[in-house]
């Protein structure tokens, strides 16, 4: 069971590293122009991109609602095994419920969920 939970932490650290990454983009736009930077009118650094805009807007959008779901797959193994003390927890289950998460919320085209077939 303590693979299982290293594997839970070490995915929501990952999360975690990868929120707080995708600010430097915001920093570089405040330090360009300081006070509120207007994005759409200036080049900065990294938002002159439109595929790097586009990145990071699903990365925005995903990451910290990922973290909140990640936390709470903790806290259910944690129930779990406090509720049946010999449960076995399966450390490559973590990855099953990271796809299942993705799955269900990355939107894919006209802003449907993936598994919402699209007419």
Not at 29 to 37: K, L, S, V
Request: neutral net charge; contains cysteine; hydrophobic residues 50%.
């Amino acid at each position: 069971n303590s693979l299982y939970f290293k594997r839970v932490y070490q995915v929501i650290n990952m999360v975690d590293l990868l929120t707080c990454v995708s600010l430097f983009p915001v920093i570089d736009a405040f330090i360009e122009d300081p006070g509120y930077p207007d994005l759409s009118s200036k080049s900065p650094i990294f938002f002159g991109n439109s595929v790097f805009c586009t990145v990071w807007g699903m990365l925005w959008e995903i990451l910290p609602s990922f973290s909140v779901y990640l936390v709470g797959v903790l806290c259910i193994s944690r129930l779990v095994l406090l509720t049946w003390k010999r449960a076995i927890m399966v450390p490559s289950i973590v990855y099953l419920f990271m796809a299942t998460y993705l799955l269900i919320t990355v939107p894919g085209r006209n802003g449907h969920s993936a598994l919402i077939p699209l007419l």
